[in-house]
């Protein structure tokens, strides 16, 4: 048993020489004294790892499939309570399922059209007649698409409204894009058609709005989805996983998560609820999303110049600006484009399904798994491909535990969160009912939402101390269809490794790993082409992402083993090398991007280098074997390490971002993410408070780095 | 051992039935297993107890506080550095001494008069005659006030300048007494004087300056502090205990706490600090004390109406409010009230001396003991008192770990914090430093500052969870000077019990307790007379507050008693019911205040009665007794029940306060603070969104009840 570190301010100096040697635990079976004394020491048996992996079942998850996709379930729906009960009577299974599983819920403000009055585009001439218009529906080409259920394409949180106005074409609604149109044409009163990528969802429209445009048009360019595949007749579902021309990507339009009317608070019956007029970060201006089939009717009429190259999709003809408004040779000239949008806020009743099993020796450590239940239409590969996931872990693990043969170490909780889909909402609430409980004793958070879109190779994103975790349970999975490579082989194959420097931070502010394939080798597609679309179904998963269900199987065992290991191994599985790694990879990143333009206002980052602190924290081994305090002391440091960056003075203006290392951030560049943009903007603006914010980022960093070396030293 | 509660929402039925019941634990010691299984299960030593009850000596503590207040020793002084080293020779002592001792340094802004150019007070006539000057220096009775580094009474951050002014008599100086003053007088130009009490240092300069005041005096009314007498030639210091004419309080001018340029960051070399204009809390017109000799002169001088019978204080003149200005029959007619106030800011290095003991099977948990080390003058009540009661506790603590006698269970870390009497700074500095780590492993803070300054009965303050253990001490410790009466007897014939409502938030956000003696059995005084003066000197404390030093030892005592209690009981001696019992109270208050007025704004208090919980957490004895894991988790949850009730986002215009039970309020009532203030407010504007936010104040309440509730229930 060997832990040292060497961990160092913000200095170069800041590494961690030496990783966790997992030992092997001194006191053994069969002697005489107490019982629990064994049980304390327990280490993970791999044994019943193997016994684990060799359980999990391709057919009993394509199973869970067929019946988790059998109807539309978006969040608090008919079809999402039919989801609801199906968890609860898998989780309450006599013979497979957990200890304990019931329902949670929580009134949250959700946004629907009007399943009466649906929102409509179209084209419409001076004289009010109208041209052209957009499709309301989805094409139909089986029985999933003709459901009645299937939620008409909208932007959820996207006001109600009917603007008209001459169309612009404005790439992907980047504040960049704007302000290249905005040199040639005047955009007040118009409505702009963007695409999909390279800018949220909701920005789209609070970029367009201060320019004066009144209406947005979001579609998906053929170029960024369908690798240029256009026609339906044999090039899109169902002859392939290619979007069809009418498919329309739905989406929830807002920038912040959880329930957007109770910040920081879990919305119940009697909770405050700010005003509906005080939510921030969704579109100002009517916006609705539509199938790039409308898209080329309206981007091919556009008039005015050629947009810029880069600008320029699939579609066979060039993409212009706009006059503002379509070509004077097109059969729309002079006609504007309307949008009669009728979304509408409504306060649901969204539910949790928790489950648990509770742990034997530390039950008041946690290791959470969990995924969102609810779609948008089907959702059989988002969510429900990481829902039958995680029905076949809790099955193959239940079934364990009703047997006697097995007991997690720690507690395991499962989660199957509602309207993830609106914004992380089910799992937001459930964190703020929880907090304190779950900030104290939350080891790791596995959540597995789409496990399976592609078949490259296992694809994985945490905190760095897990890093190592996720290879050893990688390395003793075979990947689908072979006796010999494993998924570690084969990842590496496409990866020399994960990259060091990609952080998460969820809504339960803890470790986040997504597994998931890659279907098509070769694809530039930046998801699943039936991503958010009716298209998302049983048929399509079952034919085109994963016929066999043998890559879903591969996840669930490697994400189950990961699980396994946290929950069993006597010492954490974590790696603080890892974690010191990255830090220096992002010191560097800073040290190269700031140094120079810091000094200039007098700021020195280089100080932070001469910091050094030598740290050890159980060099004894066999003190460390025989005493569970100690072990559970150790584990401690391990488990709190990723808390100790967490600052609530960080970034005020940044809801829910508490996290110094991984909070979200514009830089382009992978380092630290508030000197990041304290930087950026202090450079672009040169205001001395701007340039104090640099300095205060850096000082906060620094205080939170030294805290984290501070929990990892010895203890007194 | 049994633990139950009932814990309600908000609801009457908040209520924790049953106390913590400390069980024996079943491993006998002498048998044949690991000799760490005998360690782990070991609970509190009554004998140890008994012997350092015994070996806590009177004359040690007389001794250490003769040596303590030699000379001066305000914070950064030479006087204060004399003191570190004695703290860091005791505490390195190779029979008497602490594990490890230490010091730890930051670079603190503090603000200090001009030696060269001491601060002044005169009267002025219109020809610029001065015809009064108030003392600069209080009156020598002794060698100490003699000592050239005696500070002159100042009012520290308190700004420079030389405001000339009609002056006028503002009682206390709450808003209330300006607005008085308003209704009848144009306070524009003038000199306020001010009484110390019912309103905090800065906050008399802070409410005047709105009104056009200019300038500040603040003196110590002899009705407030010696029960009227006023003469030096019998019946005040060195004759008894009272504040001689001369006295004068001096005190840090500020409402924030830690160091005024770095908040939330600990004050290191390189650390950001804001811009000296951007510090608030502080008097923003220049401010300075004076003895209650000047304040004779100039107030029963004043012209203008008399002051409202409250207002009147112990000289045998009438108080008028001012005309504004002297009267007309006065030598002082027609003249000004003139301040040349020439206080500086400075930034110094201030140190804390820390030591520890290491803890033998929980090294991760800490106790925490401290108590500042500088003083304004000599302190040798504030607060070598309590450095002297702490030395005591160590060396004989000290004694037992080096013989091999005793080694706690947890950590004891010590702490002689730097700079207090500027704004809890040393304390709030390590804080900030080492926040994480303090965060996830403190089991209590226990603060002596003042250990002895009456003789009448022990007076504790802290979290509701730790009153037990501070009676179980009190009830094994005898008062001075009797054989069988005990700290507990002596005590409850003054109180009925402690007050179940009063918490105390302090920098470390962590239990607080705070033992003291008052000297007096009869004195209206708000506390000793010598307070903050020159007089405040080891001669003072041997003749007036406590010869023989017996109240020292018997705070000494019962200080370490608590101490070894927390550090070495297996179980964490805090009872949940005493905590419930508190917020019991203040929901009942909240109910009693709140119930109608919020109704009228649809805001239900009512309904949060609803909610009910059975909390049991560890009804299994035999479990509990055996596992070391099992207690650890216990102890976890005890441990962490406080830290349930923090939350950032409560209080985000109060500077350092989270705390949603325990903090700053304005409301006389003893209740939930947040929500006092909100709801005041509400009701004085009856604006919309401050009844939003009294909402909120109530919705996070709720939540943070019910998030300590998920705290204490069965774990999983």
Not at 119 to 140: F, G, H, I, M, Q
Not at 362 to 381: C, F, K, L, Q, T
Request: with cysteine; hydrophobic share 35%.
């Amino acid at each position: 048993m060997l832990k040292k570190l060497l961990l160092g301010g913000l200095g170069a100096a800041l590494v961690l020489t030496a990783g966790i040697l997992l030992g092997h635990f001194g006191i053994q079976r069969g002697s005489t004294i107490p019982g629990w004394i064994q049980d304390v020491t327990q280490d993970v048996d791999e044994d019943l790892i193997q016994r684990f992996i060799s359980e999990v079942d391709n057919v009993e998850i394509q199973e869970n499939l067929r019946e988790l996709t059998k109807v539309p379930h978006m969040a608090t729906t008919a079809g999402d309570e039919r989801t609801v009960q199906y968890m609860l009577k898998r989780w309450q299974d006599p013979d497979t399922g957990l200890d304990r599983a019931w329902r949670e819920e929580y009134l949250v403000y959700l946004s629907f059209p009007d399943p009466k009055t649906p929102n409509k585009v179209t084209v419409v001439n001076p004289s009010d007649t109208v041209l052209y218009t957009a499709r309301e529906k989805e094409k139909e080409y089986g029985p999933d698409q003709k459901d009645p259920d299937v939620v008409q394409p909208y932007a959820a949180y996207a006001p109600a409204g009917h603007p008209k106005g001459k169309l612009v074409y404005a790439n992907q609604g980047k504040p960049s894009d704007y302000l290249h149109l905005n040199q040639t044409l005047d955009l007040n009163g118009t409505i702009a058609i963007t695409r999909y990528g390279g800018e949220g969802r909701a920005q789209k429209a609070i970029n367009a709005a201060p320019y004066g445009v009144i209406g947005v048009l979001v579609y998906t360019d053929p170029r960024d989805i369908n690798d240029g595949r256009m026609s339906d007749t044999n090039e899109t579902y169902p002859h392939s996983w290619y979007m069809p021309p009418s498919g329309v990507e739905r989406g929830s339009f807002n920038t912040q998560y959880g329930d957007l009317l109770t910040p920081y608070l879990a919305a119940k019956d009697d909770t405050y609820r700010i005003s509906m007029a005080k939510i921030t970060g969704i579109p100002p201006i009517p916006t609705q999303p539509i199938g790039f089939e409308d898209a080329y009717a309206l981007i091919c009429e556009l008039g005015g110049r050629p947009a810029p190259s880069e600008w320029q999709g699939a579609f066979n003809c060039t993409y212009n600006l706009g006059g503002p408004g379509f070509k004077p040779t097109s059969t729309f000239k002079e006609s504007q484009v309307q949008l009669d949008i009728y979304n509408r806020g409504e306060i649901k009743n969204s539910s949790n399904v928790m489950g648990v099993i509770r742990g034997s020796v530390e039950p008041d450590r946690y290791v959470i798994y969990g995924n969102h239940r609810d779609s948008w239409v089907h959702g059989a590969v988002d969510p429900s491909s990481g829902t039958s996931v995680m029905l076949e872990v809790t099955r193959v693990l239940g079934r364990m535990v009703k047997e006697g043969k097995w007991r997690p170490r720690r507690s395991v909780i499962f989660g199957s969160w509602g309207a993830e889909e609106f914004g992380l909402i089910g799992s937001a609430e459930y964190t703020e009912e929880y907090y304190s409980k779950l900030s104290e004793r939350s080891v790791a958070y596995i959540n597995v939402d789409i496990s399976v879109f592609a078949n490259a190779t296992l694809r994985a994103s945490g905190s760095p101390s897990a890093q190592s975790v996720i290879l050893k349970a990688s390395k003793q999975v075979k990947t689908p269809g072979s006796e010999s490579t494993s998924v570690y082989d084969n990842w590496i194959r496409y990866f020399n490794r994960t990259s060091p420097t990609y952080g998460f931070y969820g809504a339960l502010h803890l470790l986040v790993t997504w597994p998931t394939y890659f279907t098509q080798t070769k694809t530039s597609a930046r998801i699943y082409p039936a991503y958010h679309t009716a298209y998302d179904t049983f048929d399509y998963s079952s034919k085109f992402i994963d016929p066999g269900f043998t890559s879903h199987q591969t996840v669930a065992r490697t994400a189950g083993n990961v699980l396994m290991r946290l929950a069993d191994s006597l010492l954490l599985p974590f790696n603080c090398s890892d974690y010191a790694e990255s830090l220096e990879a992002y010191l560097a990143k800073a040290l190269e991007l700031y140094t120079e333009g810091l000094a200039v206002h007098n700021i020195s980052i280089g100080g932070y280098r001469q910091r050094q602190k030598c740290i050890s924290c159980c060099e004894d081994v066999p003190l460390c074997s025989s005493q569970p305090l100690k072990v559970r002391g150790i584990n401690d440091q391990l488990m709190l390490l990723d808390r100790a960056f967490l600052d609530p003075t960080a970034f005020p203006d940044q809801y829910g971002f508490r996290h110094v290392i991984w909070a979200s951030s514009k830089a382009s560049e992978p380092t630290f993410p508030g000197l990041a943009d304290a930087y950026e903007r202090a450079a672009l603006s040169g205001l001395d408070e701007d340039w104090e914010e640099a300095h205060r980022q850096l000082s906060l960093l620094s205080q939170a780095i030294l805290g984290a070396a501070h929990t990892l030293e010895e203890v007194i």
